[in-house]
């Protein structure tokens, strides 16, 4: 069958030549680039759509990024050393753009009980033979972070990341700051128990934008071994940094703050005799409440304790979380 020319040329030709008629010839060939152009950007979008993740590489406070667990070095049954590396590699520096005056932490989720907890990222890595080091000035780790862990028998959430194995994935955001040391403070004194510790560790080893002044740590724990590794690191920091003081109460050798309290006391410094020094206390409720009187979640509540006698007020003295 053989259709009749004047039908082809009507017909067929408009409705399968590729060109519409309304082109000229001469045309034809830029609006063949045209399509190709568009064709090849069509498909790169869709191509990098594809293969970029559906969230956030950098860490963030609005939305939650994927890490995975990719180290556990148990110190005993309640507290462990925690290393989260990022699925994808970060390029910004958190320890430069959260400077060492602003003490911050990051939420982990419980994907199962919807409930989130904040933990204390530490300037820290991992060496290779599993040695805890201090991150260097402009290091990042490509986003590694590095946390000191207590797990309590009847908690949840670090009972459950200890539960976890290796590559797990888990979703952070932050960071979310909860204080800033403020300008022309100059001496911090640092009250600090148990995982508390590692507020202070976070002021101090932080070397991409540091904290150059005078810090002096009163640590309370019940054994300095629960620090693990970080015990060397606080001997470390006193040794090499002439601004930087602890002093320990440890209760397995008997000087907890319960039973020396009066040479604590002693030790304590008067708010009166440091211009420009702040107090700040971090560590369990009725540690909080025996140094700095009672914190009133989400205020501070009054300054009691034993930095009232000594001369502290809200003015110059913080409760953490
Ligand atoms: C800003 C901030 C930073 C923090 N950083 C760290 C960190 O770096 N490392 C870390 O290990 N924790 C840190 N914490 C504490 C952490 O957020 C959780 O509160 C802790 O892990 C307990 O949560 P959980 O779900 O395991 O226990 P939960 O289910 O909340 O607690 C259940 C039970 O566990 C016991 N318990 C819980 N917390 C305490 C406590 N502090 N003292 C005594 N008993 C307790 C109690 O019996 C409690 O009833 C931080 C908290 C804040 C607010």
């Not at 989130?116 to 530490?122: A, D, G, I, K, S």
Request: charged share 20%; hydrophobic share 35%; glycine share 6%.
């Amino acid at each position: 069958m053989s259709f009749p020319r004047s039908v082809f040329n009507t017909q067929f030709k408009r409705l399968y030549s590729f060109f519409p008629r309304r082109i000229p010839t001469k045309n034809r060939s830029k609006y063949l680039v045209t399509i190709s152009g568009v064709t090849v950007a069509g498909a790169y979008f869709y191509i990098e759509n594809k293969r970029r993740p559906k969230y956030p590489v950098e860490l963030c406070p609005e939305y939650f990024t994927k890490y995975k667990i990719t180290k556990r070095i148990d110190i005993d049954r309640h507290h462990y050393l925690l290393e989260l590396t990022p699925l994808i590699p970060q390029a910004n520096n958190i320890w430069e753009q959260v400077n060492a005056r602003k003490l911050w932490s990051v939420e982990v989720k419980q994907p199962e009980l919807m409930v989130v907890r904040n933990y204390t990222p530490l300037p820290l890595k991992f060496t290779e033979d599993d040695t805890l080091k201090q991150l260097e000035a402009g290091q990042n780790n490509h986003g590694k972070l590095i946390f000191y862990m207590k797990n309590y028998d009847e908690g949840e959430v670090a009972k459950w990341i200890r539960s976890l194995p290796q590559n797990h994935q888990v979703d952070i955001r932050g960071p979310f700051v909860e204080y800033e040391i403020p300008k022309g403070v100059n001496v911090i004194n640092f009250f600090t128990a148990g995982t508390g510790l590692v507020s202070a560790l976070q002021v101090m080893l932080n070397t991409s934008a540091p904290y150059t002044s005078t810090m002096h740590v009163f640590h309370s724990c019940k054994q300095s071994k629960e620090l693990g590794p970080l015990f060397g690191i606080l001997q470390d920091l006193q040794k090499n940094n002439p601004f930087f003081t602890y002093t320990m109460f440890d209760s397995s050798k008997h000087t907890d703050i319960r039973s020396q309290w009066k040479t604590f006391e002693l030790l304590v410094p008067s708010a009166t005799k440091i211009r420009g020094g702040v107090s700040l206390v971090c560590g369990p409720e009725d540690y909080i409440t025996a140094i700095a009187g009672r914190k009133l979640v989400p205020l501070q509540g009054p300054i009691g304790g034993i930095l009232k006698q000594k001369g502290w007020t809200n003015d110059n003295a913080f409760k953490l979380s």
